[in-house]
């Protein structure tokens, strides 16, 4: 009864949906195809995301920020790559304090949690992100630590790993992440990069370390294996 009561206040146009009902009440939590160590909250076709993300027309308020796509709701290859890498690697993080920047669902650093990490960081700007974030965490029975807002104009936080799952899709999204990368460097923090070959991947400054075959985002749920690479990322070249 409680599950129809949620679903009703979702399909709301007048009442912004509350992220965390919405998602428990128009979500499955499913295994990830790559990593069945995970189950996350995942998008279907009768989830009705659009429902959360534009919640109705005018819903948005004139001074707050444009919806983000509901990019956490899917598992991208980039963050399935380096979940799987983590998973089978656990002395990667083994004791280590973890940044999952740009976090989406979590996948990246609830691996991180589950193989062993003493501390996961997630960083993640979408307001539903950040509720599936949380919803995806107490599912796997880890804790995650999140921050809900863009980090990357800053120092970066006292970790000792940063993982970087499938960001470099877009040129002003890269802009942002690689000098914070590089502030990362500078502060003795190492890098970790997942991604299948985005436009933006900053290939000159990467040193593959594994590569597995995953399914992407976008490509249906019978979407061929595409290779993705696990980088650590260095120093520009001089």
């Known amino acids: 009864m409680s599950d129809c009561i949620v679903s009703a206040h979702a399909v709301d146009t007048g009442t912004r949906p509350d992220p965390a009902e919405f998602i428990r009440a128009n979500m499955r939590i499913a295994a990830v195809p790559a990593v069945p160590e995970i189950r996350l909250y995942t998008a279907h076709p009768g989830s009705g995301l659009r429902r959360l993300v534009e919640w109705n027309q005018h819903g948005i308020e004139e001074d707050g920020p444009e919806p983000e796509p509901p990019y956490w709701a899917y598992v991208w290859a980039g963050g399935a790559v380096l979940a799987r890498y983590i998973m089978d690697r656990p002395e990667t993080v083994v004791g280590r304090r973890v940044l999952d920047l740009g976090a989406g669902s979590g996948l990246v650093g609830i691996a991180a949690a589950k193989a062993g990490a003493s501390e996961v960081v997630a960083a993640e700007i979408d307001r539903n992100g950040v509720a599936a974030l949380g ?13 809900g807002e863009d980090i990357t104009g800053g120092p970066p936080p006292p970790v000792d790993i940063v993982m970087v799952g499938d960001l470099f899709y877009a040129h002003d999204l890269a802009g942002r992440v690689v000098p914070f990368l590089q502030r990362c460097l500078g502060a003795g923090i190492a890098v970790l990069i997942g991604d ?23 490509e249906g749920r019978n979407a061929a294996m595409k290779p993705s690479g696990v980088f650590s990322f260095g120093p520009a070249s001089v």
């Open 196 to 218: 299948p070959g985005r436009a933006y991947l900053p290939r000159s400054r990467l040193r593959l370390l594994a590569e597995y075959e995953v399914p992407d985002v976008g």
């Open 135 to 147: 919803l995806n965490a107490t599912a796997n029975g880890v804790a995650i630590m999140i921050i």
